[in-house]
C-alpha cells in the first residue's frame, strides 16, 4: 500500500466507502469513471490520483474489485481448500503483502481467567480501512478492530467484552509500533487470546495466501470437525484481530461474503485491496 499520512488514509477512505454505495446503486456496475467522480465531488483527474495512492492501480479496476460479485470470482478463480495451500502461493506474490507473523497463544487457564491480571494498552489511528482501533499486551498485538461502520464506542466496548476482567489503558504511543507493523509488512508478534477451538480456527485463517480465499467448511475440515461448520464461523466472528488474522478471506461456498464483524464495506474494500495487489505483483504476460 502507497506510505499515506493518517489523514490522507482517512480522506480514502471515506471515499472508498463512498464509491461502494454508488457501485451498489441499480445503475453503478456501468457508472463511468466520470460519474463516479462527479458524485464524490472530484474531477476525474483528481478522482483518479487518489484512487492511485489508495490502491496503486486504477479506479476502473478498483469498481471492478469492489462489486459484489468479486467474492463469487475469487472462490471461482483463486479458492484455497488449505490442504493444498502451500501449492498456490505460500511465497512470491501470494505471499507478497502477508507479514511474517509470529504468535504465541494464552493458555486454556489464562483464557478462563477472562483476562483477569492481563493489562492492554490501545489506541486510536487512521488506518487504510478507516478508523482503527488496536490493543496490545506486553506480548504482542492482541486486537485490531475497524470502527466506520460501527461507531468508536461499539467497537471499543466489544473488545473490552471480549476480556472483561483485564485491565485497559489508552496509550497511543506504546501501540502505534503494532500498528504500523501491521500495515506496512513488519515482523508482527501476535498474542491470541481465545478458547482453543477459537484459536485452532485463527491458525487456520492464517494459512490461506493474500488475493484468495476460502471457505467456512474448508476451515472446518482443515481444524479435523468437518461437521463444525456452524462453530467454525462463530470463532471466525470472533477473531479478535482482524486483517492480521484474515477472517474477510473466509466465504460462504456459494460465494456469498457472509458477515464480517466489522461491516461488510470493509470486508469487500479487503478483498479488492488485496486482489489488486497480488494482480499488481504478477509477472507481465
Known sequence: MPSQTPLEQQYYWKLMRRAIERID????????????AADAGLSPAHFQRVFSRWAGISPKRVQQYLTLDH?????????????????VGLSGAGRLHDLFLRWEAMSPGEYARKGDGLTLRYGWFDGPFGRTLAMATDRGLAGLAFAEEVGDAAALADMKSRWPEATYIEDEAAV?????????????????????????VWEALMQVPTGHVTTYSDL???????????AV?????????????PCHRALRKTGALGGYHWGLPVKRAMLAWETLETDAARPAA
Open 25 to 36: 446503486a441499480e445503475d453503478g456496475r456501468d457508472l463511468s469513471l466520470e460519474a463516479i
Open 71 to 87: 467474492a463469487r470470482r475469487l472462490l471461482s478463480e483463486r479458492h484455497t481448500t488449505l490442504e493444498t495451500a502451500d501449492a
Open 176 to 200: 502505534a509500533p503494532f500498528m504500523e507493523k501491521a500495515f506496512t509488512g513488519g515482523g508482527a508478534k501476535l498474542h491470541l487470546i481465545g478458547a482453543p477451538f477459537q484459536i485452532k
Open 220 to 230: 472446518a475440515r482443515a481444524i479435523g470437525a468437518p461437521k463444525a461448520v456452524r
Open 233 to 245: 464461523g462463530t470463532a471466525v466472528g470472533r477473531n479478535p484481530i482482524s486483517w492480521l488474522i
